[in-house]
């Protein structure tokens, strides 16, 4: 493996740690482009990758457990990640914190400012943002040394930056960024452009732009339908605030129920680590339908408007809130802040 720092410090690796997920290609091809890879463990990868987006967790978790014996760097790193995301499916939520201490291991063992150095450093910051993990987070890193990676990593160094802001309430910053980087990404790059788009969608939910949150929402789901890559969707379920229902719940109901199961086992082992390492208490006990009436009542909705975005009625905005309160043992609409995000 060779490289060369640029003049201006942007690193530029002969190689990429993702197959898949920061690949070119024509939505609907994705497993034909894996299928070309000439290098078997890069192909394993690329098919684990795309395994997990298609929301076999299973096959995924499975492949990346076994690339963990590869040589390449590049290779390792990015199964240790897939792993990661792909346990908090399956009910074993301790193994992302297992690869955690593995990545940093490995991160100690570069001197700093060498290139893969600044690769695990983009590693290590999507774990903390993925989290929500904000103490850990330094900013100058995540504004600076974020983008000293290859090129083409930068689109995914951006969603990590914006998510990073969203959660910090930094929204309009976020939105800027992330629809600049929509700009000037290289295309056609499907999932990288998925993510970017549902952190835009999840930003103008916080402004109540539904409108601009439903062209983005819709955006990514013409990205993601040719190759059934339903995760990215599944993933951010509790942040899109009804995006699912508004958008998929009648137009395309076998894929929303899909989503809502896999978000539903996804949502319960990202709430364990959270809740671990925070402290916080982002409930893991709700419906999806629940979570989204929680989320949005949360976010100073009436219960008309709550049920007018998820196609429900007011009634059923009711109800939903009488179990929502019984289960998090609350009495009234501002404790929900707490559970919810």
Known sequence: MTYSDTGDGALQLSFDPF??????????????????????????LGF??????????ETAHKEF???????????????MLGKAIASFSLGEPKELLEMYRRAREINNGFEEGSPF?????????????????????????????AFNVPDSLKPMAFYCYTYYLLAADDVGRAIGMAEGALIFAERPCPVSEIYLCLNIATGYTMRLLWDKAEYYFRYAWELAKPDGLIMPFAEHRGSLSGLLERCLRYQEPEAYRRILAMSNRYHKGWAYVHNLITGDQIADRLTAIEYNVASLVAK??????????????????RTHLRN???KLDVTGRKELKKYVI
């Open 65 to 79: 457990d076994a690339l963990q014996n590869s040589d390449a760097l590049s290779t390792l790193t990015a199964a």
């Open 300 to 317: 100073g909705l009436s219960n008309t408007q709550t049920a007018e975005i998820l196609g429900i009625t007011v009634n059923s905005v």
């Open 117 to 145: 150095r600044k690769m695990t450093d983009l590693f290590l910051l999507y774990f903390n943002v993925l989290i929500r993990n904000l103490p850990e987070i330094v900013f100058p890193a995540v504004g600076v040394g």
């Open 48 to 57: 684990a990758e795309l395994s997990y987006y298609r929301g076999d967790v």
């Open 324 to 326: 929502i309160f019984n």
């Open 19 to 44: 197959v898949l997920t920061t690949g070119m290609f024509t939505p609907g091809a994705a497993a034909s482009f894996c299928a070309r890879i000439p290098d078997e463990d890069r192909r394993r």
